[in-house]
């Protein structure tokens, strides 16, 4: 799974426990029954892309979606400030991904070979 679908993954299977889905339509039902079954295996970006769809169909559960997205992730900036730990978006750009090295080089101790002694 990817991490920075997790908040997304949560608040929805929690909205999903709390919402009487009964209520929906049958198709509507089935269509959330699918997304659900496929957050439990893996959120990936067609996962959400589905779960964005499904969401627009249904605004009280959307806004139970939201309520618990934005619960989650004050519960997690409030974990990572904590712990010293900067605040991250839940759902980053595609630049914003990548390896970072935040830190610098180690200078290198040893001697270089082609260096002449003093």
């Not at 627009?56 to 139970?64: A, I, M, R, V, Y």
């Amino acid at each position: 799974m990817q991490a920075k679908y997790t908040i997304r993954r949560e608040a929805f299977l929690n909205a999903i426990n709390q919402f009487d889905i009964s209520t929906l339509s049958d198709e509507l039902q089935k269509e959330i029954n699918v997304v659900r079954n496929a957050l439990n295996e893996q959120a990936t970006e067609d996962t959400i892309k589905q779960l964005n769809h499904l969401l627009q169909k249904c605004e009280p559960l959307k806004q139970l979606y939201d309520t618990q997205r934005r619960n989650l992730k004050k519960q997690e900036s409030e974990q990572e400030r904590s712990k010293g730990f900067p605040v991250k978006n839940d759902n980053p750009k595609s630049e914003e991904l990548g390896a970072r090295n935040i830190n610098p080089p180690t200078p290198n101790k040893t001697p270089d070979k082609n260096q002449k002694k003093p």
